[in-house]
């Protein structure tokens, strides 16, 4: 079955056979990459609110992951505490060695008060 934007617009020019949207998720499956986003405490202290990285082809475990943000310094090591750490990938509770494939979109949050030192 064509996709319904192919069939419809496959006789404009410059369009043929092309599809005219592409999903988010696609384009991160492509370039072998992970949406990461960042929530309450966890997004105010790293600064951050998401990004995209680069994983190894065949994908990698979310310890893996974890490690490579660690090596940014002293204030990612500190805010990636595993004892406070919430992580889920694709919107589901995820552990250090859970896959983590291109196009997954992992979560990262704290369990600390923002007012926590």
């Given at each position: 079955?064509?996709?319904?934007?192919?069939?419809?617009?496959?006789?404009?020019?410059?369009?043929?056979?092309?599809?005219?949207f592409?999903?988010?998720?696609?384009?991160?499956?492509?370039?072998?990459e992970?949406a990461?986003?960042?929530f309450?405490?966890?997004?105010?202290?790293?600064?951050?609110?998401?990004?995209?990285?680069?994983?190894?082809?065949?994908?990698?475990t979310?310890?893996?992951l974890l490690?490579?943000l660690?090596?940014r310094?002293?204030?990612?090591?500190?805010?990636?505490?595993?004892?406070?750490?919430?992580c889920?990938v694709?919107?589901?509770?995820a552990?250090?060695?859970?896959?983590?494939a291109a196009?997954?979109e992992v979560?990262?949050?704290?369990?600390?008060?923002?007012?926590?030192?």
């Amino acid at each position: 079955m064509r996709n319904i934007s192919t069939f419809l617009f496959s006789g404009l020019p410059g369009r043929v056979g092309k599809l005219l949207f592409q999903s988010p998720t696609a384009a991160l499956v492509s370039r072998d990459e992970v949406a990461i986003m960042y929530f309450g405490r966890t997004s105010e202290f790293l600064m951050m609110t998401s990004e995209r990285v680069a994983i190894p082809a065949g994908g990698c475990t979310l310890g893996q992951l974890l490690g490579n943000l660690y090596k940014r310094g002293d204030r990612w090591a500190d805010e990636l505490d595993d004892r406070y750490l919430v992580c889920t990938v694709n919107g589901r509770e995820a552990h250090l060695f859970d896959t983590i494939a291109a196009g997954n979109e992992v979560c990262l949050s704290s369990t600390r008060s923002i007012f926590a030192g």
